[in-house]
Nanobody, 128 residues
Framework: QVQLVESGGGSVQAGGSLRLSCAPSRGAFDSYTVAWFRQFPGKEREFVSAISRSGIRTYYEDSVKGRFTISRDNAKNTVDLEMKWLQPEDTGVYYC?????????????????????WGQGTQVTVSS
């Protein structure tokens, strides 16, 4: 069973930056649409961003537009989420998720039930 491995979480002050990375435990990643979700304490997991198989298409939740950038390197089998201008309200556990797709679209990427692979989560803490 393929697993997703996240890295790059940590603690920063408001206005700082972090870069999260996601990679499969084995196999190629280029047939998967990949997304990042996050979960705040006591809240449901929510969508942050997604990237299509080729990396051409990206999609962001409104609150992170202009601050977060999702990218992928299919040669290296990684998907990154670069987060800038972090704020305390960005604090939470960030999860990588992947869905195997035949096309390069981003339909329904906000839906958690579309993903059959999830990472273990990485903590992001932003202090004021």
């Amino acid at each position: 069973q393929v697993q997703l491995v996240e890295s790059g979480g940590g603690s920063v002050q408001a206005g700082g930056s972090l870069r999260l990375s996601c990679a499969p435990s084995r196999g190629a990643f280029d047939s998967y649409t990949v997304a990042w979700f996050r979960q705040f304490p006591g809240k449901e997991r929510e969508f942050v961003s997604a990237i299509s198989r080729s990396g051409i298409r990206t999609y962001y939740e409104d609150s992170v537009k202009g601050r977060f950038t999702i990218s992928r390197d299919n040669a290296k089998n990684t998907v990154d989420l670069e987060m800038k201008w972090l704020q305390p309200e960005d604090t939470g556990v960030y999860y990588c998720a992947a869905q195997h797709r035949a096309d390069d679209g981003l339909e329904d990427v906000r839906r958690k039930d579309q993903y059959h692979l999830w990472g273990q989560g990485t903590q992001v803490t932003v202090s004021s």
